[in-house]
């Protein structure tokens, strides 16, 4: 619809309306102290195809964290789980296509290649 050019600026003010009603929704069941998020969308731009020749992200951006820390963990979440999901073929992960012989030294570095230190991911 809009091929290279630019969206128009009323793309972006439904976005930001849409994220505000999300928040409408977690305000109408009462969870403000329980719900968290972290929104980053954006129009993102091959450097090619600008003048300036760099790349470009024009970004939508939203939060509803406690602190700095809180927003880490989310964003961290969502990483992991990106690659989780990238690593994974016909649903199942490579390793365990055939688990029946394996020792618990197998196990073991199971679990060490897919968590981190051992606790659950």
């Known amino acids: 619809m809009f091929d290279n050019q630019e969206p128009p600026r009323e793309f972006f003010e439904d976005i930001s309306d849409a994220l ?9 069941y009462g969870m403000e102290e329980r719900w968290t998020h ?25 939060y509803v964290v406690q602190d700095e820390e809180e927003l880490d963990e989310i964003l961290s979440i969502s990483a992991k789980y990106y690659q989780h ?3 994974m073929e016909m649903g199942i992960p490579a390793d365990l296509s055939d688990t029946e012989d394996w020792t618990s030294e197998d196990w073991i570095k199971f679990i060490e290649k897919n968590t981190q230190d ?3 991911n």
């Open 118 to 120: 051992g606790s659950a």
């Open 38 to 62: 972290a929104f980053v969308g954006g129009i993102y731009t091959e450097g090619e195809e600008l003048a300036s020749g760099k790349n470009s992200l024009k970004t939508v951006l939203d």
């Open 20 to 28: 505000e009603a999300l928040k409408d929704v977690v305000e109408k």
């Open 85 to 87: 999901m990238e690593s």
